[in-house]
């Protein structure tokens, strides 16, 4: 199994539509990139966990799902290093590769010493790109195939049962 531990707001400070968005309103930036984890994580398979400081969002520690992603705010004096540290301590073994998304050049030789691999914003960010151009792709040639029925038929008949298919008049 694969765990993909991103620092949030390191991510919304690196990536150009997310570091806009933010200088507006940064609820709508975190929730745009638990949207694209989201959609990374149902291409890939990966489980996710998005960790966001908590001095953004003031008050006791909390966990929750959005989508498939795991998202926690960490308590109001932790840091979200200091969360990523350690759940890649925690998570890291036999069966599980941890990898980690920062920029934080500290954090990455943390996580290192634990046996935890790193991808920095920009990596992870083309990725994204990449399949949400691969899902683009594939939803263009899925459109372009064209399902002939299994009995033959003249194009008035097949579109009369379409018709009734969808309850039209």
């Not at 949030?8 to 806009?20: F, H, V």
């Not at 069966?95 to 996580?111: C, G, H």
């Not at 097949?158 to 039209?168: A, P």
């Amino acid at each position: 199994m694969i765990v993909l531990i991103v620092d949030g707001y390191n991510m919304i400070g690196a990536w150009p539509e997310l570091k806009r968005l933010k200088e507006k309103d940064l609820g709508q930036a975190r929730d745009l990139l638990i949207e694209m984890l989201a959609e990374y994580q149902s291409y890939t398979g990966d489980r996710i966990i998005v960790v966001f400081d908590a001095y953004h969002v003031r008050g006791l520690e909390k966990k929750h799902k959005n989508y498939k992603v795991d998202v926690i705010f960490t308590k109001e004096n932790e840091t979200a290093d200091e969360r990523i540290e350690k759940l890649a301590g925690e998570l890291n073994d036999v069966r599980t590769q941890v990898y980690v998304a920062t920029s934080d050049y500290a954090e990455q030789r943390t996580i290192f010493g634990q046996g935890a691999f790193r991808k920095s914003a920009r990596e992870l960010y083309i990725e994204i790109k990449n399949i949400e151009n691969q899902i683009k792709k594939d939803v263009e040639s899925h459109n372009q195939v064209q399902y002939q029925p299994k009995i033959p038929m003249n194009e008035e008949v097949r579109k009369l049962f379409e018709k009734w298919r969808r309850g039209d008049k």
